[in-house]
């Protein structure tokens, strides 16, 4: 069964950094698309970052270019996202997710695009940038 587990959220000031966990099960991430999407209250979800894992590219949104960066960790089978100079639009639940895909193409557009119907997803973990 695949499951996907994030960790990490929480509390922090403006300008503190975070590191989110995402912990794969039940599948490993082999030619998969592995991306961090985060909803607001009253906003739709939105991709923040993404990861090949057929030749490790990232991407990020506009929003959070320069300040988040994305990782994988083949060995554990658990991707990152380090969160650095947070502001409080920052503030949202940080989910997971995963779509698996046979070609390095299709990997580059699920992560240039990433739609909202990646197949896996974690419960969501929380952060808030507030002072």
């Known amino acids: 069964q695949l499951q996907l587990v994030e960790s990490g959220g929480g509390l922090v000031q403006p300008g503190g950094s975070l590191r989110l966990s995402c912990a794969a099960s039940?599948?490993?991430?082999?030619?998969?698309?592995i991306a961090w999407f985060r909803q607001a209250p009253g906003k739709e979800r939105e991709g923040v970052s993404c990861?090949?894992?057929?030749?490790?590219?990232?991407y990020y949104a506009d929003s959070v270019k320069g300040r988040f960066t994305i990782s994988r960790d083949s060995a554990k089978n658990t991707m990152y996202l380090q969160m650095n100079n947070l502001k409080p639009e920052d503030t949202a639940v940080y989910y997971c997710?995963?779509?698996?895909?046979?070609?390095?193409?299709?990997?580059?557009?699920?992560?240039?695009?990433?739609?909202?119907?990646?197949?896996?997803w974690g419960q969501g973990t929380q952060v808030t940038v507030s002072s």
């Open positions: 039940g599948f490993t991430l082999d030619y998969y698309a």
């Open positions: 997710a995963a779509k698996r895909a046979e070609q390095k193409s299709a990997l580059h557009r699920l992560c240039v695009y990433m739609p909202l119907d990646f197949g896996s």
């Open positions: 990861i090949s894992s057929a030749d490790g590219s990232t």
